[in-house]
């Protein structure tokens, strides 16, 4: 996002909450847009729009209540742990023998979570109590720290992420 786009957010938040005053515009725009300029005009200016008509507050939103806002999307479009177990319990009615047509057919988000169609298969050869039990358990329990993770990672800034991303390419480079 430009400058200019963040003057554009920070004058509508200004003229949505009349309680919204910043002593110094300048200072305000040059800090609200250190913190927003990884994201697009679109994506702002619709987490403000949407905190404006959800948010039940009259209070002018914190730039990392607008940021929230961004990612509630796509977190609402993600599996719960209940149904991304129902998907890999009943793929597993079928993974005896087609385990790898079945794990290539689920989310990345539970593919990460289960892990290889091997494991699939493993499964499909437990009792269904061992399944719906302790499989189940661990899979819910993973696969939420699994979401959890991911959005946390999702909400860092672009140039951490990417610091992220070159410190486990250095891990599995020297085999750590």
Same mark, same amino acid.
């Given at each position: 996002?430009? *400058? &200019?786009?963040?003057?554009?957010?920070? +004058?509508? @938040?200004?003229?949505?909450?009349?309680? #919204?005053? /910043?002593?110094?515009?300048?200072?305000?725009?040059?800090?609200?847009?250190?913190?927003?300029?990884?994201?697009?005009? *679109? &994506?702002?200016?619709?987490?403000?729009? +949407?905190? @404006?008509?959800?948010?039940?507050?009259? #209070?002018? /939103?914190?730039?990392?209540?607008?940021?929230?806002?961004?990612?509630?999307?796509?977190?609402?479009?993600?599996?719960?742990?209940?149904?991304?177990?129902?998907?890999?319990?009943?793929?597993?009615?079928?993974?005896?023998?087609?385990?790898?047509?079945?794990?290539?057919?689920?989310?990345?988000?539970?593919?990460?979570?289960?892990?290889?169609?091997?494991?699939?298969?493993?499964?499909?050869?437990?009792?269904?109590?061992?399944?719906?039990?302790?499989?189940?358990?661990?899979?819910?329990?993973?696969?939420?720290?699994?979401?959890?993770?991911?959005?946390?990672?999702?909400?860092?800034?672009?140039?951490?992420?990417?610091?992220?991303?070159?410190?486990?390419?250095?891990?599995?480079?020297?085999?750590?």
């Amino acid at each position: 996002m430009t *400058r &200019e786009e963040t003057k554009k957010i920070v +004058a509508v @938040v200004s003229m949505t909450y009349p309680n #919204f005053k /910043p002593e110094n515009l300048t200072d305000t725009v040059n800090a609200w847009h250190l913190f927003l300029e990884d994201y697009s005009y *679109r &994506e702002i200016s619709l987490a403000l729009k +949407a905190y @404006v008509q959800t948010s039940g507050t009259a #209070f002018p /939103p914190s730039v990392s209540e607008i940021i929230n806002y961004v990612y509630k999307v796509e977190e609402l479009n993600e599996l719960s742990e209940a149904d991304a177990w129902n998907m890999v319990r009943l793929a597993t009615c079928d993974s005896l023998y087609h385990s790898k047509e079945e794990f290539d057919s689920f989310p990345d988000d539970v593919k990460a979570v289960v892990g290889s169609h091997e494991q699939l298969r493993a499964w499909a050869e437990l009792d269904t109590e061992t399944l719906e039990s302790v499989i189940a358990s661990n899979f819910k329990k993973e696969y939420r720290a699994s979401l959890k993770k991911k959005n946390d990672t999702m909400r860092l800034p672009g140039e951490m992420r990417s610091l992220i991303g070159k410190t486990a390419d250095r891990l599995m480079l020297n085999g750590g």
